[in-house]
């Protein structure tokens, strides 16, 4: 059930043994929540750990500098930028996902999976959600907590260059510099920073690129193989996706991308005259207004005519 904002600051309050789950693919935002809400819990002396369905990308490996492992049987699992269950990841989604008893999410098509859900779909990234418990906690915040904090804020907003930037986003930002996040080598190893597999995936999914609906459409796919052959992970996708809305004209952009799993999964980023989420929602994703995602059970080609034929017939 939904809940108030005190309700969750109390519900972390009162436990203990905590497992903290992010979601599958992760990124910054969701990576940068639950080792800031980790962080803190330690710091209030509970026994808390992290897991994620996946490998957690070598970049963000200072948000768990100097962390110790607890080991332990939770009692108490609380879910970070996670909006529906199935987005822990297969395993985790079986093992975890009607166990959650709480979750922090920013995300307008949460689920409600857990037990009790605290959503701000207002907010830029969960960390903003994350950074207000934390000082409702009464958790003083060190150089390190801000640091993850910063780090989901800046990557949930393109560096405070996306629509869903708030007044309160900088102000927050501008507390945690204050409190000593790293923010100039954050945004250059976030942003300013690709190895050279990296560069080479960026060069085969420019040549990969398709244009539809008069150039209002601009689609990237990217296969297992392309990966394999850039010797990259997922991570490089991250400065994949923005390319296509970078395209003058292009209302929405797409990456099509095959998965592991042997599905296929589109991310949708769109300009304030298209939904995102409301595309990503017709396939049974969901996201934000200008991003979302979702997954078919398809091939790279079909899942991408998929949601061209319906952009085409009821979008644009």
């Given at each position: ?87 822990l990841g297969d395993s985790f989604a079986e ?147 923005p390319i296509t809305r970078q395209i003058e ?68």
């Open positions: 059930m939904k809940i108030e904002f005190s309700r969750a600051v109390e519900r972390l309050r009162e436990a203990d043994d905590i497992l903290i789950l992010t979601h599958r693919n992760p990124d910054g935002d969701t990576l940068g929540s639950g080792f800031a809400l980790l962080r803190a819990l330690k710091k209030m002396g509970k026994r808390a750990k992290l897991l994620n369905n996946d490998e957690i990308p070598s970049k963000y490996a200072y948000l768990y500098e100097g962390l110790t492992e607890d080991s332990f049987d939770e009692q108490f699992i609380v879910s970070v930028d996670v909006a529906e269950k199935k987005l093992k975890y996902g009607d166990r959650v008893d709480l979750s922090l999410d920013h995300h307008e098509s949460s689920k409600h999976f857990a037990t009790e859900t605290y959503v701000e779909p207002d907010s830029a990234s969960a960390c903003e959600i994350i950074y207000l418990v934390i000082k409702a906690l009464g958790v003083s915040v060190d150089s390190d907590i801000a640091s993850c904090v910063y780090t989901g804020i800046s990557t949930d907003t393109g560096c405070f260059k996306y629509s869903n930037v708030t007044p309160r986003t900088h102000l927050i930002a501008a507390e945690l510099i204050s409190d000593g996040a790293n923010h100039s080598k954050i945004n250059e190893l976030m942003f300013d920073t690709k190895t050279f597999g990296s560069i080479m995936l960026e060069k085969l999914c420019y040549e990969s690129l398709e244009m539809f609906c008069g150039g209002k459409v601009a689609v990237i796919s990217v296969t297992k193989k392309m990966l394999s052959d850039c010797g990259v992970d997922k991570s490089a996708l991250d400065a994949i996706k004209g292009v209302g929405i952009g797409i990456t099509v991308k095959e998965e592991d799993n042997g599905k296929t999964g589109v991310s949708v980023r769109t300009s304030e005259d298209y939904d995102a989420s409301l595309i990503c929602a017709h396939f049974g994703g969901g996201g934000h207004i200008r991003a979302g995602g979702c997954e078919f059970a398809d091939t790279v080609e079909e899942a991408k005519k998929k949601v061209i034929d319906y952009i085409t017939e009821n979008i644009i």
